[in-house]
């Protein structure tokens, strides 16, 4: 299943929206680790999906490189961009 990249406008630095990140996945029940150009999204140590990522000024483009069987993108989709929170502007 390819996901198509999608690309989101946020305010405040790429520093500040990773932690934000982590922190909106913590209080919904995942655990979002990242990296340098990664992502990784986990429920109970499992890892549910992965995604890479490119920050270019105040927009972050990301690309879903790994997704569940039979789970659409759009949702995973929509789990990260939740994830953004506060901050952002689509």
């Known amino acids: 299943m390819d996901c198509q990249p999608f690309t989101l ?3 405040g630095s790429a520093d500040d929206l990773l932690t934000h990140m982590q922190q ?5 029940g995942f655990a ?5 150009t990664s992502i990784s999204v986990k ?6 999906a992965k995604a890479s990522y490119q ?3 105040q ?8 997704n569940p069987p039979g789970w659409p993108c759009e ?3 929509h789990i990260i961009t ?6 952002t502007k689509e």
């Open 9 to 11: 406008d946020f305010t």
């Open 24 to 28: 909106a996945a913590k209080e919904q």
């Open 32 to 36: 979002l680790s990242v990296d340098a």
């Open 43 to 48: 429920i109970f140590g499992i890892t549910m």
């Open 55 to 57: 920050i270019n000024g």
């Open 59 to 66: 927009q972050v483009t990301i690309s879903i490189t790994q």
């Open 75 to 77: 949702k995973t989709q």
């Open 82 to 87: 939740k994830f953004l929170g506060e901050g």
